[in-house]
Each structure stands twice: as structure tokens, then as C-alpha cells.
Nanobody, 123 residues
Framework: QVQLVESGGGLVQPGGSLRLSCAAS????????MNWYRQAPGKEREWVAG????????NYADSLSDRFTISRDNAKSTLYLQMNSLILEDTAVYYC????????????????WGQGTQVTVSS
């Protein structure tokens, strides 16, 4: 079955950096675009960044592209999110997401989420 397991979260001071990882299994990772989302306390889950199956194209939520970098290693079936210059407002649970849609010529109707990893930015 499809599994997405995030890691790398933790407590960091403002201005610090973290790299999140998402280990994928149960499907052909290299065929699928992937996303990172986050959910702050009391707020709705929001999209952070996305990457195509090959990694050749990336997109970011407004104002995050200068601090966050999404990447992937298809040989390791792993998705990454490098977060620099963290601010208090980045505090959230971060989720790895495999969206529904076409991959390798097949339409996948089910969306998958990891369990999330907590990122807390605090002095």
C-alpha cells in the first residue's frame, strides 16, 4: 500500500534551517508529482510547494520561494523540503502529499497524505 513517512521536523530558532524528508513506498515514486502542505494551529491546511515527477519543474506558494526549496531523489523514493530563514509563522505540521491525477499515462483517483512532521519555530 502507499505510504508516505515524513521526518526532519523539530524545534528551531528564528532564522534557522530545517530539511524535511518524505520517504515514499508502495508505488512508483518517479511517476508522480508530489507536494508539501502545512497546517498551522487554528488554520486550514495550505499548499507549500510542488514538484513534477522528474523534478524538472517546481512551484511555491507566494512568499516562500525565496526561503523554501522542494526537491526529490527518485532513486531513493524521497521528497525533500529545505527550509531556510525560518520565521515564527512557519510553525506548523508539514505534510507530504501525492495528489490525484495523471501519472505515467494512468489516472490515479486517490490522494495520499503522510502523518505529518511538526516544525516549531521559537526563540
Amino acid at each position: 500500500q502507499v505510504q508516505l513517512v515524513e521526518s526532519g521536523g523539530g524545534l528551531v530558532q528564528p532564522g534557522g534551517s530545517l530539511r524535511l524528508s518524505c520517504a515514499a513506498s508502495g508505488f512508483t515514486f518517479s511517476r508522480h508529482s508530489m507536494n508539501w502542505y502545512r497546517q498551522a494551529p487554528g488554520k486550514e491546511r495550505e499548499w507549500v510547494a510542488g514538484i513534477t515527477s522528474t523534478g524538472g519543474s517546481t512551484n511555491y506558494a507566494d512568499s516562500l520561494s525565496d526561503r523554501f526549496t522542494i526537491s526529490r531523489d527518485n532513486a531513493k523514493s524521497t521528497l525533500y523540503l529545505q527550509m531556510n530563514s525560518l520565521i515564527l509563522e512557519d510553525t506548523a505540521v508539514y505534510y507530504c502529499n501525492r495528489p490525484r491525477g495523471f501519472a505515467g499515462g494512468t489516472y490515479y483517483n486517490t490522494e495520499y497524505w503522510g502523518q505529518g512532521t511538526q516544525v516549531t519555530v521559537s526563540s
